[in-house]
């Protein structure tokens, strides 16, 4: 499973922005599925992330209420809406995903193996 992200962009602060991750084959939708974010100069950290069947998700704190992840698994595409969108969002946005994650690790994103090749998003002040 490859995924693919869709095109960031740049935002005013306040705006919105919908990320989709999407990998064209059907075995997709059993996987687990997260987006982590790395901006200059820090560690990669995780956003949110979605259990196979969207039964389970996580939030880190600094995007709760803001943010919302979820999934198509008839399009075989999973969603990160971003609202209320903040300077401190921008950063490069990457989409990963794993059939193993369990919900214990939903948020740890060293137990995914696919990534996507991340997307940059902008948000200007």
């Known amino acids: 499973v490859q995924p693919v992200e869709s095109a960031g962009g740049l935002v005013q602060a306040g705006g919105s922005l919908r990320l989709s991750c999407a990998a064209s084959r059907r075995a997709f939708s059993s996987y687990a599925v997260g987006w982590f974010r790395q901006a200059p100069g820090t560690e990669r950290e995780t956003v949110a992330c979605?259990?196979?069947?969207?039964?389970?998700?996580y939030y880190a704190d600094a995007v709760k209420g803001r943010f919302t992840i979820s999934r198509d698994n008839d399009k075989n595409t999973v969603y990160l809406q971003m609202n209320s969108l903040k300077p401190e969002d921008t950063a490069v946005y990457y989409c990963?995903?794993?059939?193993?994650?369990?919900?214990?690790?939903?948020?740890?994103?060293?137990?995914?193996?696919?990534w996507g090749q991340g997307t940059q998003v902008t948000v200007s002040s």
């Open positions: 990963a995903a794993d059939l193993l994650v369990s919900d214990y690790d939903l948020a740890n994103q060293h137990k995914y193996a696919h």
């Open positions: 979605i259990t196979w069947n969207g039964g389970s998700t």
